[in-house]
């Protein structure tokens, strides 16, 4: 019934621990940004540094951690669902899928809107207030489109799924 | 002369309808087919021939029928059919990819006594739903010969002329082999009857006795017709009838109780018979993961978080352009009439042009929302969506689909009333109109996170965040009681299909976003210029002498303002509250820039100011009373469109600040006695 | 043993037959529509706590309220084997 083989497990293990660390780290950035100041850690990064910016840049938001520590669950679950029911879990693994690749389409829709934010005094000939970089973008590469791209490999495991259900 | 005669052999073809039988009936008649009516029937009787070597068959397609009670003309016909003219063999065909409820009319045909072959037909489709059927176990477990056929290919039609020939040949006419037990609490009562009738010969002659039985517990009343012609039916009808009461007693009603037993057999049978059940389709699976009990709410919230995010940030650049266009138009034109007051009027910092900017900013947005809208309601989402925010909804009085309107309120009222479309219980979406405009919306964070940073420093994010559950408390208290006083009626039922998943179509999608753009522009445009034209004079109109002025604290407003002062006296305003309130009317994001000009402040330091002037409870209290009061113009064009009534609309400000205020009371009250 | 229960008694993953509908005619207007009707084998596909369950009858998948899964009568029936 499943046509998910070990290796796609093996990414989905990875992702279901990736998700829900950045997510927790950018609750926790976006809590104390935005309702704890005193706590204090609005600094922490997990990622490479390019320039000015952090590649994933995790951006304080409680909501957006939430949304990826479910992400990472939802991997999880596909893993915990491996043995008894593969089936099932081929499904979880389709919709993490799906979702991994919404956020990683928001992450280059939100860029392009700042880019495009930033740039659009010139048709009219006006002036900008600041070129943009990657690092003065309040979102930049965010774990969203990190593990969006990590992700990625799974739609060829899953692409039967797609079929069946759209024929 | 020829020793073998030539005997015709009557068969009678029966069935569900829909089962292929008329098929069946071509397939072995061809064209000696003839249509006529049943005597004194209106219904279309079809006979015909079917010659193999030296015999003639003469077949009898019966009406199709479920069952073969009493209750309808067509089953009358066919087992009239059965009884009277006794045909050789009767063909059951059964539909196999509906099995069981077709072993139904199966059942009765053996309790009729009927000389029985099942053709199992459609197994071509029982295959593809996943079911292997064991035709010679099935044949076994009832009785009779089962012959697989797939009527459309002719496939079955030679072995089943070959099964009613032999029957024909081997056994006599009559009755079957094997009877079907029922359950033993039913087979008493049949099997009392049964004796009863069994020794009479007048009956048993015409009937087979165990069928009269359960007829007479069930009541028929076409066979108490039959046996009350017959000599001794009448001591049979009464003990049938006694016995049929007794079972009522102790069983229940003896139809219902009779059917079951015919079910539980059937079950039986088909758990023998059939294997592997229908694979799990791809579409149940991804049901099973977005309707999972623990993760289907996350999982929508995922969603809803997404379509949020792309639409906001994917519009801003646009609704920046738009919002600069017009501010840049508003500049480039000033002065062009000469008259400072048209001027002002028209192109100043709140005039008319700025207006139109205001509302031309808010299409982007709204296409945007609409776009992602359509997909994810085209793709079969939403309806999953529906199913999972249902129960916890309803809890709180609201139906499942309000969820999406009150979330799209956090980040726009606007939009989010026109999203009340997708609430389909007229109740239920008024109720989530009148209360949307509770949920804090982006304009009034911009006035509320200035506040709060200066006054509450360290605990700003904790009154926020305070004030969006206040909006999100009072919304569900006011849907409670609205659903108990104007808008009560049981809920409707809630009776929603899951629509197969699909691919959404982009194209329906960009037509529908235009819509929505243009009508929401089309509407707004109108009384958002009405309001802003008055809001406008009575800014730019010196109080006393009545001309133009550019000293707001000499306005109309401003005396309109002070003039209402000490209403708000109780809850310690000052009278720059009140006029910043009423500009609030516009556009809630512009009470700070009221505020700014009223104090002789700029937007950056007014907050600030503010603090210096202002203890933190009253500046609370302020602004739940900014967060609960009428809705910004634009939003109110949007209620009145949506709402269809004037009623309504007028409804929503009303106790929007009825409301407000007397929270606003509360709190500063309460808020002083506590803390002093 | 069966007797007739209603609908929203049934488990996940039982199957039942509808035997009468119970409801004013609107309602029994539309369930007749989709498919719920007496004879019609349903499945329960999603029935867990309260809250609306999820049947498939025929090819075609429904949500109903308790409410009104509370008035469709159905012949009760064990756990479709597997």
Redesign the interface.
């Known amino acids: 019934?499943s046509r998910v083989d070990s290796s796609t497990y093996i990414l989905a293990s990875i992702l279901s621990i990736l998700y829900p660390l950045y997510g927790a780290i950018q609750f926790y950035k976006g809590a104390v940004a935005?309702?704890?100041?005193?706590i204090g850690g609005e600094e922490i990064q997990l990622g490479v540094k390019v320039g000015d910016a952090y590649i994933p840049n995790i951006f304080p938001d409680p909501?957006?951690g939430?949304?990826l520590i479910?992400?990472g669950?939802?991997f999880a679950?596909s893993i915990y669902l491996s043995k008894r029911n593969p089936?099932?879990a081929?499904?979880?693994l389709?919709?993490g899928w799906i979702?991994a690749s919404?956020?990683l389409?928001?992450n280059l829709?939100?860029l392009a809107?700042?880019i495009?934010?930033t740039y659009?005094?010139l048709?009219?000939g006006g002036e900008i207030e600041e070129p943009w970089t990657l690092g003065s973008d309040p979102w930049g590469i965010s774990p969203h489109l990190i593990l969006g791209i990590i992700a990625a490999p799974i739609y060829w495991k899953i692409k039967y799924?797609l079929k069946?259900?759209?024929p | 002369m020829a020793n073998v005669k030539r005997r015709m052999i009557k068969v009678a073809l029966a069935g569900n309808p829909n089962v292929g039988k008329s098929v069946i009936f071509n397939n072995l008649t061809g064209a000696h087919q003839h249509v006529g009516n049943w005597p004194g029937k209106t219904v279309d009787k079809k006979e015909g021939f079917h010659r193999v070597d030296d015999k003639v068959i003469y077949i009898v397609d019966l009406p199709g029928t479920y069952s073969l009670t009493a209750l309808s003309v067509e089953e009358m016909i066919a087992r009239d059919y059965i009884i009277y003219e006794r045909p050789d063999v009767v063909v059951d065909i059964v539909d196999a990819s509906n099995l069981e409820r077709n072993l139904y009319l199966t059942m009765q045909l053996l309790e009729l006594g009927a000389n029985v072959v099942v053709a199992l037909n459609k197994i071509d489709l029982a295959e593809k739903a996943g079911m292997r059927i064991d035709h010679r176990k099935l044949e076994e477990e009832l009785g009779v010969p089962v012959i697989p056929t797939i009527a459309p290919k002719k496939k079955g039609m030679k072995e089943l002329v070959e099964k009613i020939i032999e029957l024909v040949e081997g056994n006599p006419r009559g009755y079957s082999g094997k009877t079907l037990c029922y359950e033993p609490r039913v087979e008493r009562f049949i099997e009392r009857l049964q004796g009863e009738v069994a020794s009479r010969e007048e009956i048993t002659k015409l009937l087979n006795p165990r069928w009269v039985a359960i007829k007479l517990l069930e009541g028929d009343e076409d066979v108490i017709k039959k046996l009350s012609e017959i000599e001794g039916g009448r001591e049979v009808i009464k003990k049938g009838m006694k016995l049929r009461e007794e079972m009522s007693r102790e069983l229940g009603d003896p139809e219902v109780v009779i059917a079951d037993a015919r079910y539980t057999v059937i079950k039986d049978i088909v758990s023998r018979t059939v294997g592997e059940l229908k694979r799990l389709t791809a579409s149940d699976l991804l049901d099973s993961v977005l309707l999972d009990k623990y993760l289907g709410i996350p999982i929508f919230f995922v969603i809803l978080w997404w379509w949020f995010q792309i639409a906001f940030i994917g519009s801003a650049p646009f609704c920046d352009i738009l919002g600069d266009g017009f501010a840049a138009l508003g500049e480039v034109l000033t002065g062009i009439t000469g008259h400072p007051f048209i001027d002002y009027l028209f192109f100043g910092e709140y005039g008319i042009i700025q207006g139109i900017g205001a509302v031309l900013s808010f299409v982007p947005l709204i296409m945007l929302l609409y776009f992602i809208l359509s997909l994810l309601e085209d793709s079969g989402y939403m309806a999953r969506a529906a199913f999972v925010m249902e129960k916890a909804m309803r809890k709180v009085g609201l139906s499942g689909r309000t969820i999406i309107p009150m979330i799209m309120g956090f980040g726009c009222n606007v939009p989010a009333v026109y999203a009340t479309r997708i609430i389909p219980d007229e109740n239920d979406r008024m109720i989530a109109i009148l209360t949307n405009p509770l949920m804090l919306c982006g304009a009034r964070l911009v006035f509320f996170s200035a506040i709060a940073a200066a006054f509450y420093g360290a605990y700003a994010g904790d009154i926020l965040f305070s004030l969006y559950a206040l909006g999100v408390v009072l919304a569900f208290m006011v849907a409670t009681i609205l659903r108990k006083t104007f808008f009560r009626g049981r809920a409707s039922p809630f009776v929603l299909e899951l629509p197969a998943y699909q691919k959404p179509s982009f194209k329906v999608a960009a037509v529908r976003m235009w819509d929505r753009g243009s009508m929401y522009l089309r509407k707004a445009v109108g009384i958002i210029l009405i309001g802003l034209l008055i809001i406008g004079v009575l800014t730019a109109t010196d109080a006393e002498t009545l001309t133009f002025t550019t000293d707001p604290e000499r306005s109309l407003v401003a005396a309109f303002g002070r003039s209402l002062a000490p209403i708000f006296t109780p809850l310690n305003w000052d009278w720059r509250f009140v006029v910043a309130m009423i500009f609030g009317f516009v556009a809630k994001e512009i009470v700070l820039g009221a505020s700014a000009m009223l104090y002789g402040a700029g937007e950056e330091e007014i907050a600030s100011r503010l603090a210096s002037l202002y203890n933190p409870i009253v500046m609370y209290g302020y602004m739940t009373f900014i967060l609960i009061y009428i809705p910004c113009i634009v939003t109110i064009a949007a209620i009145r469109q949506e709402t269809g009534s004037w009623k309504w609309t007028i409804f929503a400000v009303v106790y929007g600040l009825i409301l407000a205020y007397i929270v606003n009371l509360l709190i500063v009250t309460l808020g002083h006695l506590l803390l002093g | 043993m069966t007797r007739l229960i209603p609908l929203a008694f049934l488990g996940e993953g039982e199957v039942g037959r509808v035997v009468e509908i119970r409801a004013g005619r609107g309602l029994t207007r539309r369930l007749l529509a989709m498919g719920i009707a007496p004879g019609m084998k349903v499945r329960v596909l999603k029935s867990s706590g309260p809250g609306p369950i999820l049947i498939e009858v025929g090819q075609t998948r429904i949500a109903l309220g308790r409410g009104v899964a509370m008035k469709v009568l159905v012949g009760g029936w064990d756990a479709w084997p597997m």
Request: no cysteine; charged share 10%; aromatic share 20%.
């Open positions: 019934m935005w309702w704890l100041p005193w909501f957006s939430i949304i479910i992400i669950v939802i679950r089936g099932l081929d499904g979880f389709f919709v979702l919404m956020m389409i928001l829709v939100v809107a700042d495009l934010d659009y005094p048709i009219w799924l069946q259900l759209i």
